[in-house]
């Protein structure tokens, strides 16, 4: 077994500060014997000198404009929850510690490609959501947590090693257990190697019952039983923004940290979205929800973020935002596709431009105004047509019904009453109508029955059109323009 | 005097300092050469009309901005054989703001493959433009057509950009009022309905000369063998 541990240092500052490209100085504090601790602060505070240990009034004596936030360790145990979905794409054996991420990898190294290139894509990745992260590598589970600690890059891939890694650490690393602290300040064993080198049973009077079963884990002779973790069935993460966000555009950047935690979310899964949806938070007025559709799933937090991006462009802000929400409840089973690697070349290549320009349009415009269009079997013209999703197969059982005639290029949405002088309709001046009518007498079934006699009559200014007399109110009528 | 300066029809600028392949420079139409059509035959589409590919030189411009100017949006069916044969391709045919529904059947009748269109309808006159950019831009789609509100010559010089980039047919339906603005187009015509059918008159022509006309025959005499015949010869050319 090994197992790949990542602890998170800047979390309790890091879930306040990942909606935010930059962020003023702000502090994480906690209480310790009974004063506001600084637990964290941020690059901005520290350009102030505040220094992780000082108390809120000094901190605060530094920096007048000093954002301060309580330490909130719910939120940051909700924090590791989300980043368990995204990390279940790299194993299936997840378990936790405060700040801590333990991810079992042995069975999965292969199929990502040895150990650099799954270590630089959780960095990278982890990047992108919005932590900075400590890894460390060991086999057994208690080892690589406490290395990711407390040497970070540490990579314990033997029984042999483990041991030689641990060895030099101080004793207080590995518990704050008080009998273990008892050993140090009275007999001075200060290192894991001091007290490993005493017989158990000597130490276990000593020292309590825990140190010895810590110490038997930590080599990996004793088992270490976790509880196992399991993925949510949605996805369904909130981004808390520091502050307010008035401007659409800058909503992005925390919608591409949630997009980048959805895919590899999906990616655990094996499945890829077409719906996603949003929420923006205002203070002071009711959520705004709206909706990003994809026309194929997909699991491509770039392709997702173009997408996104022309949605937004249109959205109107009630009030700033001050979170944002992404929930995405339903998936499909999804197969990575070879356009990839293939740079989108390849017979395909046409297709793909195809979709993305629709996409392109539908989620700028909204859908009702992209259409395509199809022809339908019937003799009335107003039925003769439809519109219908873009692209859709124009097979042969919608052929149109064959007119010996000749049949206008443009069809009026309603046909239009023409005047009529001593019994000639106008348009600009009589109508001469040439040929003889052509009869359309359908639709008595569903109730919109016509009975008319189309003609194509050639106005004054020259223009050919499509008229019909309606055979029982007796009107004459535009409804259709050849040309 | 040979324009040296002129813009090539790839959106490369010569200036006379540099060595300029005049051979280049004829096939993109940047150079003037009297009667003769300067442009490359594979850089022209065929109309589909004998008469309408002798006017124009051999035919439509490709990758090029083309105006249809009429007094009420008539053009349209000159394009038919062209539109015929390009919905043959796996590309969008988009309709940008068109004044009425086209005629589904009539299209088919044409051998126009309608599931190939798409249209782009009630959106505003900026939305509209911004719909015909993105579409020539795409690569995806083997004509634009459009019947804007109004256009500035800016916009005009866009379409005719994006027209190029993305190697499609960009066709512009406007009003007559508009012959006498300037534009970037490689072809601009005027659309009159005359009774055999359609009079069309060539405004501007890149590489070749204006002020021709003809007149297209798309009345009922025409029905029969002039309008079918075409469309159905060059539509079943292609594939």
Redesign the interface.
Same mark, same amino acid.
């Given at each position: 077994m090994l197992w790949l541990a990542l602890y998170f240092p800047q979390l309790p500052l890091e879930v306040f500060t990942r909606g935010r490209q930059q962020a003023g100085a702000l502090v994480v504090v906690e209480p310790s014997a009974g004063r506001e601790q600084v637990s964290r602060c941020n690059g901005a505070a520290q350009a102030y000198g505040i220094r992780p240990g000082l108390t809120l009034p000094a901190a605060l004596a530094l920096c007048a404009g000093l954002a301060v936030q309580r330490r909130d360790r719910a939120r940051e145990q909700r924090a590791l929850d989300e980043m368990a979905s995204w990390a279940y794409q790299f194993s299936p054996r997840i378990s936790f510690e405060p700040s801590l991420l333990l991810l079992e990898v042995g069975a999965s190294l292969r199929l990502f490609g040895g150990l650099p290139r799954l270590l630089e894509m959780v960095q990278r990745e982890l990047g992108q959501i919005g932590y900075s992260v400590q890894h460390a590598l060991a086999t057994t589970v208690t080892a690589a947590g406490l290395l990711a600690r407390s040497r970070p890059g540490c990579q314990a891939s033997t029984t042999d090693a483990l041991r030689e890694a641990v060895a030099a650490l101080p004793l207080a690393c590995l518990t704050r257990d008080p009998g273990a602290r008892n050993l140090v300040r009275h007999i001075g064993l200060d290192s894991i190697a001091d007290v490993l080198g005493l017989p158990r049973p000597e130490l276990a009077r000593r020292s309590g019952p825990q140190l010895p079963q810590l110490l038997d884990r930590l080599l990996g002779e004793a088992p270490d039983p976790r509880p196992e973790w399991r993925p949510p069935q949605h996805f369904s993460q909130t981004i808390e923004l520091l502050g307010e966000i008035g401007q659409t555009m800058a909503l992005l950047f925390p919608a591409r940290r949630l997009m980048v935690a959805l895919c590899g979310f999906l990616r655990g899964l094996g499945g890829g979205t077409q719906r996603l949806q949003w929420t923006l938070m205002h203070r002071d007025h009711p959520e705004t929800r709206f909706g990003q559709g994809l026309l194929e799933p997909s699991r491509d937090p770039d392709h997702m973020l173009e997408v996104l991006r022309e949605r937004v462009e249109r959205l109107q802000l009630p009030a700033p935002v001050v979170a944002i929400g992404l929930r995405v409840d339903d998936w499909l089973a999804f197969e990575e596709s070879n356009r990839d690697l293939l740079g989108g070349s390849g017979p395909d290549g046409?297709?793909t431009?195809?979709r993305?320009?629709?996409e392109? %349009?539908t989620n700028?415009?909204g859908g009702?105004?992209?259409?395509?269009?199809?022809? *339908?079997a019937d003799h009335r013209?107003e039925h003769?047509?439809? %519109?219908c999703a873009?692209?859709? %197969?124009?097979t042969a059982d919608a052929?149109?019904?064959? *007119?010996g005639r000749?049949?206008?290029?443009?069809? %009026?949405?309603q046909p239009r009453p023409l005047q009529v002088q001593q019994s000639v309709p106008q348009y600009g001046g009589p109508l001469r109508l040439?040929?003889l009518p052509e009869r359309i007498e359908a639709g008595w079934w569903d109730g919109f029955d016509v009975t008319r006699d189309y003609f194509?009559a050639?106005s004054r200014?020259?223009?050919?059109l499509w008229v019909f007399r309606d055979r029982r109110g007796d009107g004459w009528y535009l409804h259709?323009?050849?040309? | 005097m040979m324009p040296l300066h002129g813009k090539t029809g790839r959106g490369r600028v010569c200036t006379a300092m540099q060595v300029v392949d005049l051979d280049e420079l004829k096939r993109n139409g940047a150079l003037w050469q009297g009667r003769r059509s300067g442009l490359a035959p594979d850089s022209l589409l065929s109309s589909g009309w004998p008469v309408l590919d002798r006017l124009l030189g051999g035919g439509w411009p490709r990758a090029a901005l083309i105006e249809v100017l009429s007094d009420a949006h008539q053009g349209l069916s000159l394009l038919l054989p062209l539109l015929a044969r390009l919905s043959a391709r796996p590309r969008w045919l988009v309709w940008v703001a068109p004044p009425h529904v086209p005629y589904a059947p009539a299209l088919a009748a044409h051998g126009v493959r309608v599931g190939q269109l798409l249209l782009v309808r009630d959106v505003s006159a900026g939305q509209g433009l911004w719909a015909a950019e993105q579409a020539l831009k795409s690569g995806a789609c083997s004509a634009v057509l459009a019947w804007p509100a109004q256009l500035q010559t800016a916009q005009l010089r866009r379409l005719q950009l994006a027209a190029e980039q993305g190697d499609c047919v960009a066709i512009l339906f406007r009003s007559v009022r508009t012959a006498a603005q300037g534009s970037p187009a490689a072809l601009r015509l005027l659309v009159r309905p005359v009774p055999p059918g359609l009079q069309v008159e060539v405004l501007k022509r890149r590489g070749g000369w204006g002020g021709d006309s003809c007149i297209v025959p798309i009345g009922p005499e025409a029905m029969d063998d002039g309008l079918h015949s075409s469309g159905a010869s060059s539509s079943s050319h292609e594939s």
């Open positions: 046409p297709a431009s195809d993305a320009l629709l392109r %349009l700028r415009l009702q105004c992209v259409r395509g269009l199809r022809c *339908h013209p003769a047509w439809q %519109l873009p692209g859709e %197969l124009d052929m149109p019904v064959q *007119h000749a049949q206008p290029l443009w069809l %009026l949405a040439e040929d194509v050639r200014a020259g223009e050919r259709g323009v050849f040309m | -």
